[in-house]
């Protein structure tokens, strides 16, 4: 990325840095425990080094200004880092509305998934779809994401299921990254059901993930993390932590789908192992809280999957952050259990929902969720040394953003310091 000038940002009437140290003393002060934690400056400005990461962020008043420099104005805008959504299945073909109506006539997710709809439905279009095709379809979903203010996606496989089919997902998360319009953090999750074709015998097709597909995949550098779907329906707690036990001897970070329509125990088996997040967690106890909280593991919540299945149970939102986990949020953006792309309406739902503070939520979709892909470079806040990723957004306040349910309060965003996207039109009526 060397190469750029450096670029000072201007005119950001709140920048909400994501770290607690840097919400100053002096003009800037803030007294709101909320807004420590957001490590929010007023009046402020940031500086972007050549290199594309932060080099300075403070008061406008004591901005760095060198002959040479860009200076971009933002007139006026509310600065978040570009927001982190730590949990996708954004490669997929064919169309899911026949379930999403058989739900909405009040059919079960198992039940619709049991008689041939859900994954497996997915599996077979994606299976026939080529490489290009999975770009085509991909990539707008990609840019929906990009409009609301992300800068970094996980993406997971999942719907191939063969090793051929789950890398072809997988080159095309990587298609995807070398297109430079977000940073990309691919997940295999090859466990995602058994599919059909061995449906007599599940140790084979968990053979085939820990022997076969797992070993590739590390050895083409096609993922950063593996990824069970603990379930009933999926895969039992045994086989989760077969494969997640081969992942990690493979050098790949763990995360786990777990506690989410059944209670199985994923949750804290794999925080034992040492697994960056565990996620859904609608049924968690306390004993599953304890172990992530012992153990450093996010909580990745997908409340718009809870809401759009219309479950039952929340994931216990509270009770994990007084326990000292981490609570992340994010879309799952999948073809059935949450088609939106939407990053800031899942902090409205943390709120509303979760019972999340604002600050929490913010927290939620930027540093927490950059910490459940096991980032440690700064992503997800703005200090120092950060990427110069920034979610620009248009509103009177912070607390606007979770607040204004449904609307998009992105303007524009960027990655290292680069424009990738702007609203074509201003909105009115905040
Ligand atoms: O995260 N849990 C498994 N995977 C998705 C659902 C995928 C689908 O229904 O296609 C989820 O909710
Ligand atoms: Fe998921």
Request: hydrophobic share 45%.
């Amino acid at each position: 990325m060397r190469g750029m000038p450096e670029t000072l940002f201007v005119g950001l009437s709140e920048l909400l840095t994501m770290d607690a140290s840097l919400a100053r003393s002096g003009a800037t002060a803030v007294q709101d425990a909320g807004e420590r934690a957001l490590g929010l400056l007023r009046d402020a400005a940031v500086l972007a080094g050549d290199d594309g990461r932060v080099a300075w962020v403070g008061a406008a008043s004591d901005a760095p200004r060198r002959p040479g420099q860009r200076v971009v104005d933002l007139q006026g805008a509310v600065v978040l880092p570009g927001l982190v959504d730590a949990h996708t299945h954004l490669v997929y073909a064919g169309d899911r509305t026949q379930d999403f109506a058989a739900r909405c006539a009040g059919e079960s997710y198992e039940a619709v998934a049991a008689r041939g709809g859900g994954i497996r439905l997915t599996v077979r279009a994606t299976r026939a779809a080529s490489r290009d095709e999975l770009v085509e379809l991909a990539r707008p979903r990609l840019l929906d994401l990009v409009a609301h203010g992300v800068t970094t996606v996980e993406i997971k496989s999942g719907y191939g299921l063969t090793v051929a089919d789950e890398l072809k997902c997988l080159e095309v998360a990587r298609r995807l990254a070398d297109e430079g319009l977000a940073r990309i953090v691919p997940t295999v999750l090859g466990a995602h059901i058994v599919p059909d074709e061995f449906k007599g015998d599940r140790g084979a097709y968990v053979r085939l993930v820990t022997d076969e597909l797992l070993p590739e995949a590390a050895r083409l550098r096609l993922a950063r993390h593996v990824d069970v779907f603990c379930e009933t329906g999926a895969f039992s707690l045994d086989e989760t932590l077969r494969i997640l036990d081969r992942g990690r001897e493979l050098g790949f970070g763990l995360k786990v789908h777990a506690e989410q329509l059944t209670r199985t125990g994923a949750a804290a088996a794999a925080a034992r192992l040492g697994a960056v997040s565990a996620d859904h967690l609608e049924r968690a106890e306390d004993e599953d809280i304890a172990a992530m909280a012992e153990h450093g593991t996010v909580a990745v919540l997908l409340p718009g999957a809870a809401v759009f299945l219309g479950a039952r149970d929340r994931a216990p939102a509270r009770r994990l952050l007084d326990a000292g986990v981490p609570v992340a949020l994010s879309t799952d953006c999948n073809p059935g259990t949450c088609p939106s792309r939407h990053l800031p309406l899942m902090a409205t739902l943390g709120c509303v929902y979760l019972g999340l503070a604002p600050h929490e939520a913010l927290l939620g979709i930027t540093r927490h969720a950059a910490r459940a892909l096991g980032l440690t470079d700064g992503t997800g806040t703005l200090a120092p040394g950060a990427p110069c990723d920034l979610a620009v957004c248009e509103a009177p306040g912070w607390r606007h953003i979770p607040y204004l349910m449904g609307h998009n309060p992105v303007r524009e965003t960027w990655v290292a310091a680069r424009q990738v996207h702007a609203r074509a039109t201003t909105r009115a009526g905040l």
